[in-house]
């Protein structure tokens, strides 16, 4: 059964950032941690790194998604979001830098500055990420 952890930009979860939440996360017996986000500000960028504690599966994997009522619904504004504002350690401008297998990703706004931005940027041998 999945962990699930709220990530609240506004305060009032279980942390105000992905990157918090990423941090504890990976140190997890399980690889079923989620990572149910919130609208109210940036929920920052955040890199997944190969090498989780737990190891993800097809059944067993992290996944960061919208909360009910908090996706953008097809809105450029509405919704819990992620600005992407730096290149990061891949020099490449990216919401969110995957590593780990079987990432799930669902109805998050990912918006960068930059011309050459991407959502989901992937390296290595992430399997069976959607």
């Given at each position: ?6 990530i609240?930009?506004?305060g ?7 990157a ?11 690889a ?44 450029k ?13 891949w ?40």
């Amino acid at each position: 059964m999945a962990t699930i952890k709220k990530i609240k930009p506004g305060g009032g979860g279980d942390f105000t950032s992905l990157a918090s939440w990423e941090s504890w996360a990976e140190s997890q017996s399980s690889a079923a941690q989620w990572a149910e986000c919130y609208s109210g500000g940036d929920l920052g960028e955040v890199t997944l790194l190969a090498g989780w504690t737990g190891t993800p599966s097809s059944s067993d994997y992290p996944k960061i998604y919208a909360a009910a009522g908090h996706g953008h619904g097809g809105s450029k504004t509405a919704g819990a979001y992620i600005e992407q504002t730096s290149s990061g350690g891949w020099g490449l401008f990216a919401g969110i830098k995957n590593e780990v297998p079987f990432l799930r990703v669902e109805g998050l706004r990912i918006y960068g500055t930059a011309a050459a931005s991407f959502g989901v940027a992937f390296q290595g041998a992430p399997d069976g990420c959607r």
